[in-house]
């Protein structure tokens, strides 16, 4: 294989382990085997009609054309008026960009602000993205294990520890992909008083599961919580997950003038702007009828109740009930060390997610691709009956080991 032709800050990052783990449960459903998916982070609900119309409507009307960079203005009235109304965050249209979804924001405001070697916080367990994303952009991700014990949450006094003069962002997603974890105001306040101390650190919050809440709790945001922080504070938000468009791919940035003015630079010269018919989805989304968000929620938190249950009761397995988001983050520490029917130690997550693969077609991810095990994760965006199924075959293959 030529490596060489290929740049050192590709090379430096690998392929997400959710879509590897994605492909590799397709090919062997390919090959005939019965998979149970437990992999994928994506609702499983249709985008609600009104948003579908929405669309139709648009590209009836003529908006299948380039759009300002920064989204249209029906689109960039809609993440304003979504921010003051939801999140009591007061942002000007000139604050504000839209992106090719969450993910292609954060990938964008780290293009912008690192220079080779700055240091991005990363709290861990962390989405599988933001480590490559970092060295993608030339920066250097300083991961802090949160354990469990923390309600897998980063303290003040590990924020302070992880600070150093290349320190750039602290990177925030609550509720978490994958534990669910989420920050109350009052843990804002004591993170924000350590980075109030330090004015190298900007700190970036991922708010993409904010809806995705099953303890009754609003998402509280740092910035209201430390409203002095405002000038260095990038929130970024899209529609992916709260709507059910995943496909659209309809992310957004709100921060300082400077920063959005870079990133629209940044993306004038690459990928341009954001499909106009998904933003006029995207605006009818934020402006509509939010029954949706409760409904889809509801049917998350019986899912979420009912795997919890199945799961618990499996001997060495263990999960504690995450408030938000929609996956479960599942301790398998009492099943390292035993052996599979044919002889295998089990000796990390990796070797216990490849054996429920491999005896019982459950696919899911391994703790190590979101830095903290020995857990794995699954996905409960999928119905009861599949979740009863998986569950049901992960508890035969438990049976087995010895
Ligand atoms: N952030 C987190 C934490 C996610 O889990 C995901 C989707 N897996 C994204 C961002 C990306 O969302 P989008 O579809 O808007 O790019």
């Known amino acids: 294989m030529t490596t060489t032709r290929i740049a050192e800050r590709v090379r430096r990052i690998k392929p997400s382990p959710s879509t590897s783990a994605a492909d590799r449960a397709n090919e062997l459903r390919r090959q005939g085997k019965s998979i149970v998916n437990l992999v994928v982070g994506e609702p ?50 000139n604050e504000i960009i839209a992106t090719s979804g969450a993910k292609s924001a954060i990938y964008n405001a780290f293009a ?14 962390y989405w599988v993205s933001y480590p490559d994303m970092v060295l993608a952009c030339d920066g250097q991700p300083v991961t802090v294990a949160c354990p469990e014990a923390n309600g897998f949450k980063l303290t003040p006094a590990q924020l302070e520890a992880a600070i150093t003069p290349r320190t750039r962002w602290l990177l925030i997603n609550s509720p978490s992909n994958p534990t669910g974890a989420a920050y109350t105001a009052a843990e804002y306040r004591a993170l924000a008083d350590v980075l109030l101390r330090h004015s190298q650190v900007m700190v970036m919050t991922d708010d993409i599961y904010e ?87 509801a049917v998350y938190k019986q899912r979420r109740d009912r795997t919890l249950d199945l799961i618990n009761a499996i001997p060495g397995l263990r999960c504690a009930t995450p408030p938000g ?15 599979t029917p044919a002889g295998k130690l089990l000796a ?26 020995p857990y794995f994760r699954l996905s409960i965006a999928t119905s009861i009956d599949i979740l009863e199924e998986g569950c049901a075959r992960i508890s035969r293959a438990v049976a087995e080991l010895r």
């Open 44 to 93: 499983d609900f249709d985008t609600p009609l009104h948003i579908r119309q929405a669309a139709a409507a648009a590209m009836d009307k003529g908006a299948t054309r380039y759009t300002l960079m920064a989204g249209t203005v029906e689109l960039r009235e809609a993440i304003v008026a979504k921010l003051k109304r939801e999140n009591g965050l007061d942002y000007a249209m």
């Open 112 to 125: 912008i602000t690192l220079e080779p070697g700055d240091e991005v916080i990363v709290p861990a367990p």
């Open 211 to 297: 809806h995705i809440r099953f303890d009754g709790q609003k998402t509280p945001h740092i910035l209201g919580a430390a409203p002095e922080l405002r000038d260095r504070a990038l929130v970024v938000n899209g529609v992916s997950k709260t709507y059910a468009m995943t496909g659209w791919r309809i992310g957004y940035v709100a921060g300082p003038a400077d920063m959005i003015r870079a990133m629209d630079t940044l993306l004038s010269q690459s990928t341009g702007n954001c499909c106009s018919i998904s933003q006029a989805a995207a605006a009818a989304a934020m402006n509509g009828d939010q029954s949706f968000v409760a409904e889809s929620v």
């Open 325 to 339: 988001a929609f996956y479960l983050y599942v301790s398998c520490e009492g099943l390292i060390g035993k052996t």
């Open 348 to 373: 990390e997550d990796g070797d216990v997610v490849m054996y429920l693969l491999e005896s019982e077609g459950v696919a899911m991810v391994a703790g190590t691709a979101y830095g903290l095990s």
